[in-house]
């Protein structure tokens, strides 16, 4: 039996993407996107706990990502985990990805980050036409627009 390598996050960009045109007219557009859990611990008191993710994104869908993205924006992302390596001043470095087949924007584009409006005004998907029912998702991470990304 073939394995599985699927990854679907809802989150918010966490800077504005970078779009690069790579090889013979390749575009390629890379995205920080957080995702927060929040939990209460033992004594009651809530704790939370964001992951960011690096997302690469290939072709037409790239060059649309790095044109209509903007830090803060909220997006589904749908695709698979890859991990590259690479040689730097001779020791060998390693970093995992999620290489997007889908990216779905969330909200409007004008929304504040925080304003929670999940309403899919503008959709751009390479592989399915398929509507989601975002309202599922539970409630949106928390975001700080002047927090740093962490790498």
């Known amino acids: 039996m073939a394995g599985v390598n699927k990854v679907i996050i809802v ?8 779009m690069k045109a790579v090889g013979q007219g390749a575009t390629v557009t890379r995205l920080n996107v957080a995702t927060s859990e929040n ?41 698979k985990l890859q ?17 997007a087949s889908t990216v779905q924007f969330l909200g409007s584009a004008n929304a504040d980050a925080g304003a929670g409006d999940r309403s899919n005004t503008s959709s751009q998907n390479q592989n399915s036409g398929a509507d989601f029912n975002f309202g599922d998702f539970g409630p949106e991470p928390t975001f700080n627009q002047s927090e740093d990304i962490p790498f």
Do not use: M
């Open 83 to 99: 991990t590259r390596s690479w040689e730097d001043n001779g020791q060998k470095k390693y970093s995992t990805e999620i290489v």
């Open 39 to 79: 939990w209460l611990d033992k004594s009651g008191q809530k704790q939370e706990r964001t992951e960011w993710h690096r997302i690469v994104v290939w072709g037409k869908l790239a060059e649309i990502c790095g044109k209509y993205l903007a830090k803060g924006r909220q997006v589904y992302v749908e695709g």
């Open 11 to 18: 989150g918010r960009l966490g800077g504005d993407p970078e």
